[in-house]
């Protein structure tokens, strides 16, 4: 029997932002990988980055858009947060070259073990989804700090801006009973993926120097 459409609207919408979050993560991965600056080792960094979030954003429309068997929403949970853990591997990597710090093959190798098995030990866990947020949150705001010049002479506007609207969006996402209508319901989860794609595109305007 093919998958049918969950009866939430909110749900419904959740998914499209999430699709919407997928599609601006190809076109940012896409534009970042074909730049001709082939020197810097960031690049393929920020590729991962968007490769792995656009990856957990599909994964998210499926979960939020579906009805779906219980065993088949964990999968797809699981498929979120190796996307997600895979991104704030790759973000990681970028705050070390950005702070000067000699990035290794075993050191990158490691940086994504670590994550993949964060994937697997905290999808699914009730303290998971919470764990994560945290974990992103000290990340983006040591990135805040570097790319605002406070920490470290790297300043780019556009990626501390990134790292500012990154952080409200999980401070949204975190509170349940935000409700807000632009001419369709968002819950929580929608107005997240609207500041997150609003957040990865200013990071891609601070790497492409758009």
């Known amino acids: 029997m093919a998958p049918r459409w969950t009866d939430s609207p909110t749900e419904r919408v959740s998914a499209a932002t999430d699709l919407g979050v997928a599609l601006l993560c190809a076109f940012f991965a896409l534009a970042i990988g074909l730049s001709p600056d082939s020197e810097d080792p960031r690049g393929p960094l920020w590729v991962v980055l968007f490769v792995a979030a656009g990856a957990a954003a599909l994964a998210g429309a499926a979960y939020h858009g579906l009805a779906l068997s219980p065993p088949t929403r964990r999968r797809l949970w699981r498929g979120v947060s190796f996307g997600l853990a895979f991104g704030a591997a790759a973000f990681a990597a970028i705050l070390r070259v950005e702070t000067g710090g000699v990035l290794s093959a075993a050191g990158v190798a490691g940086l994504f073990a670590a994550a993949l098995l964060w994937s697997f030990v905290a999808a699914n866990r009730p303290w998971g989804l919470a764990a994560q947020i945290l ?11 570097i790319w605002s010049g406070l920490v470290a002479s790297r300043a780019n506007p556009w990626l501390a801006a990134g790292c ?16 807000l209508r632009l001419f369709w319901q968002f819950d929580h989860n929608g107005l997240y993926h609207l500041l997150q794609a609003a ?12």
């Open 199 to 210: 957040g990865l595109a200013l990071f891609a305007a601070g790497v492409r120097g758009w």
């Open 164 to 179: 500012a609207v990154s952080l409200l969006a999980g401070v949204v996402q975190t509170t349940r009973r935000v409700r």
């Open 135 to 145: 974990l992103q949150a000290a990340l983006l705001a040591a990135g805040g700090a």
